[in-house]
């Protein structure tokens, strides 16, 4: 664990951290198997559907790529989900769920702690921000779920033309609230994202990872299970 200061600013991720598309990250996976028409024979099926799904996204690299698609997961990760369930013909199906997803409505729904969360922290004095590889529409987004007026910055990788994990998005998010790297936390959802290009630029990093896919894997300096948690787990 690096050595920080008592931190002075706190920024987010957004996307699967102050808000998610659709439904809560590790529950997305099954939402577009059950959205498809496909049968869950049991919880258990579910779980390692929703494992493989998650440890594949985890490990494919940030930004576009081929079979990406964006927040809703990518081909690989959904071909990943169904075959820990035992569907035969994976790649087929992942290509269905792929059209599912590209057809729904690309609604973002805030976290259920993220308003009371950051209305807390400002009040309490810390500069607050988000950092998130996007596609030019981060405040509009922010503005939506109601989160804009908590921030003091909002970094949108498609307008800046820097995305994570590169550290410079990290330094340009403390340069603009006037703290350095080392007074500073990033909240994010994403290992090579988040993780990586937190603390490479000097950042306490916190990784939230409710389904503790990450346990052996991730040199996070603090894991919690959700928003709410984040307080514990502050360097204070």
Not at 185 to 196: K, L, Q, R
Request: glycine share 10%; aromatic share 8%.
């Amino acid at each position: 664990m690096q050595h920080h200061a008592r931190p002075g600013a706190i920024f987010f991720d957004l996307a699967d951290t102050l808000g998610y598309l659709w439904v809560a990250k590790h529950q997305r996976f099954l939402f577009l198997v059950e959205t498809a028409g496909l049968a869950v024979p049991s919880q258990e099926v579910g779980m390692a559907g929703t494992l493989a799904f998650l440890r594949t996204l985890a490990q494919e690299e940030p930004g576009p790529a081929d079979g990406s698609l964006g927040w809703r997961g990518s081909l690989a990760s959904y071909g990943a989900g169904l075959k820990a369930m035992g569907f035969n013909s994976s790649a087929a199906l992942a290509r269905d769920l792929g059209e599912v997803a590209r057809h729904l409505p690309f609604t973002i729904v805030p976290d259920p702690a993220a308003g009371r969360l950051l209305g807390h922290l400002k009040a309490s004095g810390f500069r607050l921000g988000v950092i998130s590889n996007h596609r030019g529409t981060l405040k509009e987004n922010l503005a939506e779920l109601g989160l804009l007026d908590h921030l003091d910055v909002a970094l949108d990788s498609h307008l800046i033309g820097c995305r994570k994990p590169d550290p410079e998005i990290f330094r340009m998010a403390c340069r603009a609230v006037d703290v350095q790297p080392d007074e500073a936390v990033h909240v994010g959802d994403e290992p090579a994202s988040d993780v990586i290009g937190a603390r490479n630029a000097g950042l306490f990093s916190v990784l939230i990872d409710p389904l503790s896919i990450f346990k052996y894997t991730c040199y996070a300096d603090a894991r919690i299970e959700s928003l709410a948690q984040l307080e514990e787990v502050l360097p204070l």
